[in-house]
């Protein structure tokens, strides 16, 4: 299983990214990906999920803003990331089980 996890960018405060994590060896249609991510000097931190239902969580302080989604096609979940806010500043990573991404730098700058 790899994931490869991309999209990430500078932005100012408001503006928004769309992360992309690729996945290979599983199907994102029936199993779950979750993204984290990881602030300079502080813990990872888990984002926002997708089930292998479909079900969708996010923590409180992106909701409203984050979305989860996937093609199955392309057997890719997407983070849509809106409004963004200097404390959105950080590496991003895709996770499934053991395995992540390498992940992808998000910097909001005020």
């Known amino acids: 299983v790899q994931l490869q996890a991309s999209g990430g960018g500078l932005v100012q405060a408001g503006g928004s990214l769309r992360l992309s994590c690729v996945v290979s060896?599983?199907?994102?249609?029936?199993?779950?990906v979750t993204w984290f991510r990881q602030a300079p000097g502080k813990q990872r931190e888990m984002v926002a999920y997708?089930?292998?239902?479909?079900?969708?969580h996010s923590i409180d302080s992106v909701k409203g803003r984050f979305s989860v989604s996937r093609d199955s096609a392309k057997n890719t979940v997407y983070l849509q990331m809106d409004n963004l806010q200097p404390e959105d500043t950080g590496v991003y990573y895709c996770n499934h089980g053991i395995r992540w991404g390498q992940g992808t730098q998000v910097t909001v700058s005020s």
């Open positions: 060896g599983v199907s994102v249609a029936v199993n779950a």
């Open positions: 997708i089930l292998s239902g479909g079900t969708t």
